[in-house]
């Protein structure tokens, strides 16, 4: 058989089972106020179930370097041993809003053969996120009323029919603007521009394109998931000084170029899952019932072209039971 195929059906539900245990890690704290416990408790329980699995892997996007991280550090080995493959990760995307409780926090996770995801430095990256249908077609280089009319055309819909996804930051002011003056309406995110880009290419969640800077290893996060949807994501690095601009070059990055989804993300073998932990529009968050909890999640493979959603039941008690009902 194909190895694309193995390496995906070896991990399609093995990555699921690293963001479901960092996610339940997660929910106990969430609403408590302290983004630091939030933090430590996802990255010591994904890490946990990641040196559990068949896999030699190598951290191409984690915490931050060695020297700033204590575990899932970029270049970090993990794994019992098994076919070579580079790991993207973010043990909670939204470390801030899961401390106060708020919608739309996840864990996620990207695996590809080596070489197959982009190690991106931690600087913010501009970026266009649309669905499979406008694919393609739009440009950062665009004007952003054009690349509106674009999706809306691709979509069968007019510009004033368009959601728009947007991170609150007052550097968005003027992008805010020119969005609602093309005649489309913004949807401001505090955080979490990951679970934006992936419901962006999911029909029936209510949003259509995310505009804005962000994270860049964000951004190669969403490639993963977009890639194996069909949707596009392009990015330009910003790097914000001197410093990051020579840490950008010396990691053979250009500050010009448009980064394409194939080029965030280029693995011919690529797994995507994500979890939530707290409840937003594409996934439920962890609840909790007398023994046990349940989860929610997405997972993908991009030679499997396959995209499930999990419900799954954790007993989490000897004698624990339940009543499953949807």
Do not use: W
Not at 83 to 101: F, L, S, Y
Not at 176 to 205: F, S
Not at 238 to 253: C, F
């Amino acid at each position: 058989m194909d190895i694309v195929i193995d390496i995906e059906h070896l991990m399609v539900l093995e990555v699921v089972r690293v963001t479901e245990q960092a996610a339940l890690a997660v929910s106990r704290l969430a609403g408590m106020g302290d983004k630091e416990a939030v933090d430590a408790a996802g990255t010591e329980a994904m890490r946990e179930v990641l040196n559990e699995l068949p896999i030699s892997g190598t951290v191409v996007i984690g915490e931050g370097e060695m020297d700033e991280a204590p575990m899932l550090y970029i270049g970090e080995k993990v794994g019992r041993g098994g076919p070579e493959v580079d790991i993207a990760v973010d043990p909670v995307e939204g470390t801030n809003i899961t401390a106060k409780g708020l919608p739309n926090a996840i864990t996620v996770i990207a695996i590809s053969e080596k070489g197959g995801l982009l190690h991106a430095p931690d600087m913010y990256m501009e970026k266009l996120v649309v669905g499979p249908p406008a694919a393609g077609k739009v440009s950062l280089d665009f004007p952003v009323e054009a690349n509106l009319r674009i999706v809306a055309d691709a979509l069968n819909r007019k510009v004033e029919d368009l959601v728009v996804v947007v991170l609150d930051r007052p550097r968005h002011e003027n992008l805010i603007r020119e969005i609602r003056q093309a005649g489309a309406r913004v949807k401001l995110i505090t955080d979490g521009d990951v679970v934006a880009a992936v419901a962006v290419a999911i029909r029936g969640t209510g949003v259509h394109v995310m505009m804005g800077s962000g994270g860049a290893p964000e951004g190669v996060l969403a490639a993963a998931a977009l890639k194996c949807m069909g949707g596009e994501i392009q990015g330009r690095f910003k790097p914000s000084n001197e410093a990051e601009l020579e840490r950008l070059k010396s990691m053979g990055g250009d500050p010009r170029r448009i980064y394409r989804t194939s080029d965030l993300a280029p693995g011919k073998q690529m797994v995507f899952a994500a979890t939530g932990i707290t409840h937003g529009e594409l996934l439920e968050g962890v609840r909790y019932f007398g023994g046990g909890a349940r989860t929610h999640s997405i997972v993908m493979g991009y030679a499997t072209h396959v995209v499930r959603f999990i419900d799954s039941i954790h007993l989490l008690e000897s004698g624990a039971r339940v009543n499953i009902r949807v």
